[in-house]
């Protein structure tokens, strides 16, 4: 038998190690081996991860959810620090939230530019690139009867707004990257996004030639030439009838 007060403290004490075993969880990851990438069989947040990797020229493992159940093992585990997807378990962390992921492996494989100026560039061109992405990612989840005006809205801003900066990016640059004379995450990025636009709008470049140079370079920089190529980890466009099972698994 045991005073309240005393078994308070020992509640409390069990409470805060579990607490604290799943915050660490959280974190840590497996300290050896290639990536191992948690999301859906899908592009979407996942899909730019695997670009970068791939530009770098490092193996990774994907490890789909399938089901609500699968996304709910991850987060009852300890795995998810927000509950949410991507996550990606590299050099013992499990790291989610994209942006953060991304930052990391730019770092990590030199694709962030040599100083602080370089990167400041970066970062503004990434940022550009992640404004026109997010209206592609959810274009697939606009109903039927917005998806007209919805791709004209992001054909009016790629063509616009976006291509005509890095095509000025490019010319007064005078290199074949955007910053400095080397790769970068932010050519990665560009390359990405112009071929999901011209998934839409083949000739979505035709005005744009030095974009069209741009193009052709970096897909055939040996590793990113293997990542387009037919059987890579890289996914097609999302399908009307992949949509309602990835809401099951996220509703």
């Not at 915050?23 to 899909?47: D, F, T, W």
Request: aromatic share 8%.
């Amino acid at each position: 038998m045991c005073f309240r007060g005393v078994c308070r403290d020992v509640n409390a004490q069990s409470s805060r190690s579990n607490s604290e075993q799943t915050a660490g969880n959280q974190i840590r990851g497996n300290m050896s081996g290639k990536p191992v990438l948690h999301y859906v069989s899908v592009r979407g947040r996942m899909e730019p991860v695997k670009w970068l990797l791939a530009a770098a020229g490092v193996e990774f493992e994907e490890r789909f959810l399938e089901t609500k159940d699968d996304l709910q093992k991850l987060r009852t585990g300890g795995s998810l620090l927000f509950q949410q997807v991507p996550m990606v378990e590299i050099d013992g962390m499990k790291m989610v939230q994209t942006r953060a992921i991304l930052n990391y492996i730019a770092a990590k494989y030199n694709l962030c530019g040599k100083d602080l100026k370089e990167r400041a560039l970066i970062d503004m061109y990434v940022e550009g690139m992640a404004d026109l992405n997010e209206l592609i990612l959810h274009h697939d989840f606009k109903p039927a009867d917005k998806k007209e005006e919805d791709l004209a809205n992001i054909l009016d801003k790629a063509t616009n707004r976006y291509f005509p900066v890095f095509e000025k990016v490019l010319k007064d640059h005078g290199h074949d990257f955007l910053v400095g004379n080397k790769l970068s995450r932010a050519d990665v990025h560009l390359l990405e996004t112009i071929l999901m636009v011209e998934e839409f709008k083949p000739d979505a470049l035709a005005k744009f030639p030095l974009l069209q140079s741009f193009k052709a370079r970096i897909s055939n920089i040996p590793n990113i030439k293997k990542f387009l190529q037919p059987g890579s980890p890289r996914k097609p466009p999302l399908q009307e009838k992949e949509i309602p099972n990835l809401m099951a698994i996220f509703s």
